[in-house]
Every structure is written in C-alpha cells, then in structure tokens.
C-alpha cells in the first residue's frame, strides 16, 4: 500500500513536496529551451560550416 | 513528475548552481578540445571560409643547411 505523503510537510530544505517540483518544473522547462537552442545551434553550424563534411 | 521531490532533500541553493555549472563546464571543455584538435575549427573561426578551413597546412619542414661547394681557387686553376 502506498504511503499518503503529507502535503504541508516542510522537508529539511525548507520546501513543501509542491514548492519542490514547482522548482523541478521550471529547471526542466529551462533545461529543455536551452536543448532546444543548442539542437539549432548545432544545426547551424552544420550547414554553415565544414564540421562533418 | 519524475524526481520532482529531490527539492525536498537537496537545497535549491546548492542543487541548482551545481547543475548548471556541470552543464556550463562540460560544454566549456568539449568545445575547447575540439577547437584543440580540429584543425579546421582555428581557421575557420579565424575567418577561412567553409571550403579554405578545410586546406590543413603541412607541418614545416626543417631547411637543410647549405650544402658547402668545393670550387677551385684562381690560385690553383692557374698552378701547372
């Protein structure tokens, strides 16, 4: 059986588990725009210049 | 969301500029490599176009030192 975890917990950081993955939403939101600007970079600079040819 | 506690255990604080300066390093020191061991990438970061980048300079060869002539002196050419 799953344990119900308690909501309002404050945990030793000093976050509640819904602060805590507010903080992991935002950091995999920018992790993903920042791949996504490197995969263009990349692209860029394999039609722009010789890398791979 | 997968991982979406680890907050609760590790302090954003520490946590987060961790990350991204794993991530920042890391990019630092592959790009730094390649522009070590790519030789294409110097020059075409100094300005060679895509096609004069590829054109990879011999390594110098050493000159060789003048090869010393034996002539004959107008001294001796005139001896009998």
Redesign the interface.
Known sequence: MKEQSDPNKVWPTGLTEAESEEIHRHLIQGTQIFGFIAVLAHLFAYIYSPWLK | ?I??????????SVG?PL?LSA?AISSFAVHLTLLNTAP??RN?YAGAG??A??VVEPPAVAAAPPQATVTASADTAKKP
Not at chain 2, 3 to 12: D, E, F, N, S
């Open positions: 969301m991982y979406g506690k680890l907050w609760c255990v590790v302090k954003p987060i990350f991530v294409w990438l075409f895509p096609k980048a590829m």
